[in-house]
């Protein structure tokens, strides 16, 4: 469980998390006590949505295993809205970043019952949404309650604790990122929600035995980590804190599978692949003493990453993929991406920096033999 810091900060501002007690859920079964109570699932999570312990609950089932949060499915939902009081998405990414996006633009309020420790948005008052076949974080209100019960948490597909584990390793490419855009351009960063990620990066990755084990510490750590994440973008009011180049390369392929009507690989498992790559870059620019303003700061802030082998063993143990081949995708879209994956945001990254010195030519041949 996170701790008191943590939940004041989040009761600040409007979000409640509450815990699975013997009794359920009472603080917010009595706070929405009378209302009408929308719960968005998908074929996954239909099981814990039927079975929630929520009076006067009414479900919106997108009839799909992987739903894309897209004109489509947001359509669909804000429909099912239109008598509901509240929207409480169950499950994780897609349908809670559509709840949020729907109740937004509906005028409600939403929640989110976590069905796996998989992605950092939980906290988060943006939504990535798909729009034309092109993602974009939308303007959306945080989740009013985050509802946890750790029994169901601990047994999400494994796959899917992987993707957690590489959402929350990218923070540490996406933080040097922002230290690199502090020391180049002078951009400014938000130092508490930037110590704060750090602290919550750094005790779910003590506790990763656990992790690789499904203790109940060890996820929770997890998902306190995934919470704290979300909390650093509503206090800083962007994505910075926890998106960086190793998303922007996520992002690029996620539209190009969408794009070809294909499976999707789960958003953490492609941003642990490009936490692979920005951390590789970020120690080849220092190996090579590559000159650029700020780079001897960008450099000492980098040294925060952990080694390769360190990533690539967690992705490992966790049966996640550690080569872009696994995904799978081509050479040529594999170079495209590491080309061209900077301008999904206009947000300085690693990416960026390489593409203004005229060097990811040159690194790509490295990047490919490493990491395809």
Known sequence: MVDNIISDKLDKIGIRLEYKSSGGFPAFCSRWQGKRILAVCDRNTRPFAESAEIPNKKLCFIDEEEPVPDE??????????????????????????????????????????????????????????????????????????????????????SVMIAAGVGDIMGKYTCL??????????????????????????????GSIDDIYNRGAAGIGRLTD????????????????????????????????????????????????????????????????????????????????????????EMLCRLGAPTRFSELPISRELFRETMLKAYTVRPRYTILTLLHELGLMEHYVPQLEENFY
């Open 176 to 205: 040097t990122d922002w230290r690199l855009a502090q020391s180049h351009l002078g951009e400014e960063v938000h130092e508490e929600a930037f110590s704060n990620t750090v602290d919550a990066v750094d005790k779910c990755f």
């Open 225 to 312: 980590a995934l919470i704290v994440s979300g909390l650093a973008i509503a206090e800083t009011g962007n994505s910075r804190p926890a998106s960086g180049a190793e998303h922007h390369i996520s992002h690029y392929l996620e539209m190009w599978f969408v794009a070809q009507k294909k499976h999707v690989p789960l958003h953490g498992i492609k941003v642990g692949l490009g936490t692979l790559v920005s951390a590789y870059l970020y120690r080849a620019l220092e190996r090579d003493g590559v000159e650029f303003k700020g780079a001897e700061a960008t450099y000492r802030a980098a040294r925060y990453i952990p080694s390769d082998e360190v990533l690539e």
């Open 72 to 157: 489509k499915v947001c359509g669909y939902v804000m429909d099912c809205a239109k008598d509901a009081d509240y929207i409480l998405a169950v499950g994780s990414g897609t349908l809670n970043d559509t709840a949020k996006f729907v109740a937004y633009h509906t005028g409600k309020q939403s929640g989110v019952l976590a069905t796996a420790p998989s992605m950092d948005g939980y906290a988060s008052p943006v939504a990535p949404i798909m729009r034309a076949g092109f993602k974009a974080s939308e303007i959306a209100h945080a989740p009013s309650d985050i509802l946890i019960d750790t029994d169901i948490l601990s047994a999400a597909p």
